[in-house]
């Protein structure tokens, strides 16, 4: 091991950095899963949920398991063997999804869009007049891909040819705007390890009334016990019914970081994740990288940049100045980097990743000016208040 510099900060696409309050109430005392304590926090923690998803009107779910988790019971509780469906692969996450919803016997067919590119609505549109889709699946931030949606043009399509609208916000929800009610989604989840700065280990899902309709109409049962979305509605409607053991550190922890995202306020912290996004990318475009993501499809949750030399870069920045990088995804591995900035990062946070990547850089032998990453950045991160 190198000489570290500072402290590690866990940059990496989720899990995140978590606050002091998080870690303390992750170390309280057990509690039973069935005190009215728990039945207490649990119920608080669903409203906390609604107001991270800005929903009024839709139905919370909390899971104990990860992001794949809510994908598997979405689609399990959704779709009906046979039933077709609509995937938009702009990502790892949507090729994910297309597999999930096999398994579980859908007919599936995906619109597949090259590396970078977010999903075309215009060919969403006429994809989906084409045939009777029961849903579209949409990845609100491809954390592979570093590729963001555009969630309200895309649900829109898919109401006005009768599908329901399913987004995986894992990546975005808690820094990525989304608004359940007033985009018109039907299904919404995301995972408690990335923008909500919670510890793995808790899938979060809201439902509109119509998917609920949907999925108590259905005809055939749900072919799953853990996956049944109808079996854990009757736990979200009293937490005191018992299905299965919740992680009940996790589910407190994950409370505690939502009163947190509750504090901040939801659009000052998309706002702050947003600036912190801009002032990131150009910091990495003034040391002469090439960002994934095309203009106009740019999250302000994850960045990706492209580079041959993944492995050096995440070796340097982890050894030698205490910063956890991912490299690209699968077959990227070799091709791109990947930063997670959410949750709980600050300004600071992306001076001093921007400072120690440009250092990473001019180590392995570019001419790149030193401070010019900074200097890039500084405009958008002095608007952070
Ligand atoms: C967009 C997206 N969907 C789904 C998942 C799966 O979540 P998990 O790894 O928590 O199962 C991830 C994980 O990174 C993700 O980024």
């Given at each position: 091991?190198?000489?570290?510099?500072?402290?590690?900060?866990?940059?990496?696409?989720?899990?995140?950095?978590?606050?002091?309050?998080?870690?303390?109430?992750?170390?309280?005392?057990?509690?039973?899963?069935?005190?009215?304590?728990?039945?207490?926090?649990?119920?608080?923690?669903?409203?906390?949920?609604?107001?991270?998803?800005?929903?009024?009107?839709?139905?919370?779910?909390?899971?104990?398991?990860?992001?794949?988790?809510?994908?598997?019971?979405?689609?399990?509780?959704?779709?009906?063997?046979?039933e077709k469906v609509l995937?938009?692969?702009?990502?790892?996450?949507?090729?994910?999804?297309?597999?999930?919803?096999?398994?579980?016997?859908?007919?599936?067919?995906?619109?597949?869009?090259?590396?970078?590119?977010?999903?075309?609505?215009?060919?969403?549109?006429?994809?989906?007049?084409?045939?009777?889709?029961?849903?579209?699946?949409?990845?609100?931030?491809?954390?592979?891909?570093?590729?963001?949606?555009?969630?309200?043009?895309?649900?829109?399509?898919?109401?006005?040819?009768?599908?329901?609208?399913?987004?995986?916000?894992?990546?975005?929800?808690?820094?990525?705007?989304?608004?359940?009610?007033?985009?018109?989604?039907?299904?919404?989840?995301?995972?408690?390890?990335?923008?909500?700065?919670?510890?793995?280990?808790?899938?979060?899902?809201?439902?509109?009334?119509?998917?609920?309709?949907?999925?108590?109409?259905?005809?055939?049962?749900?072919?799953?016990?853990?996956?049944?979305?109808?079996?854990?509605?009757?736990?979200?409607?009293?937490?005191?019914?018992?299905?299965?053991?919740?992680?009940?550190?996790?589910?407190?922890?994950?409370?505690?970081?939502?009163?947190?995202?509750?504090?901040?306020?939801?659009?000052?912290?998309?706002?702050?994740?947003?600036?912190?996004?801009?002032?990131?990318?150009?910091?990495?475009?003034?040391?002469?990288?090439?960002?994934?993501?095309?203009?106009?499809?740019?999250?302000?949750?994850?960045?990706?940049?492209?580079?041959?030399?993944?492995?050096?870069?995440?070796?340097?920045?982890?050894?030698?100045?205490g910063i956890q990088l991912?490299?690209?995804?699968?077959?990227?591995?070799?091709?791109?980097?990947?930063?997670?900035?959410?949750?709980?990062?600050?300004?600071?946070?992306?001076?001093?990743?921007?400072?120690?990547?440009?250092?990473?850089?001019?180590?392995?032998?570019?001419?790149?000016?030193?401070?010019?990453?900074?200097?890039?950045?500084?405009?958008?991160?002095?608007?952070?208040?």
């Amino acid at each position: 091991m190198e000489l570290a510099l500072v402290d590690d900060l866990l940059m990496i696409p989720g899990p995140t950095t978590l606050s002091s309050r998080v870690r303390e109430a992750l170390a309280q005392p057990q509690w039973s899963h069935s005190s009215p304590e728990f039945h207490d926090a649990f119920v608080d923690l669903l409203e906390l949920t609604k107001y991270a998803f800005v929903t009024r009107d839709g139905f919370p779910y909390v899971i104990t398991g990860s992001g794949t988790v809510a994908m598997e019971a979405t689609a399990a509780s959704l779709i009906e063997p046979g039933e077709k469906v609509l995937v938009l692969d702009t990502g790892h996450f949507g090729q994910r999804f297309a597999l999930i919803l096999e398994l579980h016997g859908a007919k599936v067919d995906t619109l597949k869009f090259d590396l970078g590119k977010a999903a075309d609505p215009g060919l969403v549109d006429s994809q989906l007049s084409k045939d009777n889709y029961k849903a579209v699946f949409v990845t609100h931030v491809d954390t592979g891909n570093t590729v963001k949606n555009a969630i309200g043009t895309i649900t829109e399509a898919a109401h006005n040819h009768g599908s329901l609208a399913v987004v995986d916000s894992v990546c975005g929800i808690g820094g990525e705007e989304l608004r359940f009610d007033d985009m018109g989604i039907d299904v919404a989840f995301t995972a408690s390890q990335k923008a909500i700065g919670s510890p793995p280990g808790a899938g979060l899902i809201v439902l509109s009334k119509r998917a609920l309709e949907s999925m108590e109409g259905r005809k055939s049962p749900i072919r799953s016990y853990y996956f049944s979305l109808l079996r854990w509605k009757k736990v979200m409607e009293d937490p005191r019914v018992y299905l299965a053991t919740p992680a009940v550190q996790i589910m407190l922890a994950l409370r505690t970081a939502l009163q947190e995202v509750k504090e901040e306020g939801i659009e000052k912290r998309w706002n702050r994740h947003n600036n912190q996004a801009a002032g990131l990318r150009a910091g990495i475009e003034a040391l002469g990288l090439r960002l994934v993501a095309e203009e106009g499809a740019r999250a302000s949750t994850v960045t990706g940049f492209f580079t041959s030399e993944s492995k050096e870069i995440q070796s340097i920045m982890r050894n030698r100045h205490g910063i956890q990088l991912a490299r690209g995804l699968y077959e990227h591995a070799d091709a791109m980097m990947r930063i997670g900035h959410f949750a709980n990062l600050s300004p600071t946070g992306v001076a001093s990743l921007l400072t120690a990547l440009e250092m990473t850089l001019r180590k392995m032998g570019r001419d790149i000016r030193a401070g010019s990453a900074l200097q890039a950045a500084t405009p958008q991160l002095e608007i952070i208040s």
